[in-house]
């Protein structure tokens, strides 16, 4: 997971890209910067008999947890393999949140609800390598998409450095480079390798 300070110039260096090169290319201005987890959700696995008390209301695993930590509301009770969702009127990390149930007694997992692109794709890639940002953003991120825009940050500035289109047989000398910045965001939500 990257840094609280790393995830600000993320953000503040999109906008600056944007800003730079939306004249020229729409798709930085179609698709919005998020994270593929559900704000504010996380999933919990329950043992089979613990998940009998969560649905009861006899679980007292609640007690180990700070206050602030405990669930709003129960989005889903656990079901016939003991998952639960539960929902936070706080906007807390769901990493760093799910973090503090797997070791409640009964717990078997804690994890972020997370989004899935089916038939498609995250939208923005960021990345970061040898303190450089980079972005691969997506053209038709939700259907089938096709066309990959590469930038990086060198020197401070944002240079564009190509597009990848999966239909063409040519790639660009940048795209092994950019291919980086899917694996990283992936293993930056625990997803990768």
């Given at each position: 997971?990257?840094?609280?300070?790393?995830?600000?110039?993320?953000?503040?260096?999109?906008?600056?890209?944007?800003?730079?090169?939306?004249?020229?290319?729409?798709?930085?201005?179609?698709?919005?910067?998020?994270?593929?987890?559900?704000?504010?959700?996380?999933?919990?696995?329950?043992?089979?008999?613990?998940?009998?008390?969560?649905?009861n209301h006899q679980y007292s695993g609640w007690s180990l947890l700070d206050s602030a930590l405990l669930p709003d509301s129960i989005l889903e009770y656990p079901d016939r393999l003991g998952i639960a969702r539960f929902g936070f009127d706080e906007q807390y990390n769901p990493?760093?949140?799910?973090?503090?149930?797997?070791?409640?007694?009964?717990?078997?997992?804690?994890?972020?609800?997370?989004?899935?692109?089916f038939n498609g794709s995250h939208p923005i890639f960021p990345g970061l390598k040898d303190g450089e940002l980079s972005y691969v953003f997506v053209?038709?991120?939700?259907?089938?998409?096709n066309i990959y825009y590469y930038f990086k940050?060198?020197?401070?500035?944002?240079?564009?450095?190509?597009?990848?289109?999966?239909?063409?047989q040519e790639d660009h000398d940048g795209w092994k480079e950019a291919k980086n910045n899917t694996d990283q965001f992936y293993e930056w939500l625990g997803l990768g390798p």
């Open positions: 997971m990257p840094s609280e300070s790393t995830i600000k110039n993320f953000l503040y260096s999109i906008n600056y890209l944007r800003f730079i090169y939306s004249d020229s290319f729409p798709v930085l201005v179609e698709n919005r910067f998020e994270i593929p987890l559900q704000a504010g959700e996380i999933l919990v696995g329950f043992d089979d008999s613990t998940a009998v008390l969560v649905n990493l760093r949140l799910s973090t503090h149930y797997k070791n409640l007694p009964g717990v078997e997992f804690s994890e972020p609800n997370y989004s899935f692109y053209e038709n991120c939700a259907y089938l998409p940050y060198i020197d401070g500035e944002p240079i564009f450095v190509g597009i990848n289109n999966i239909f063409s």
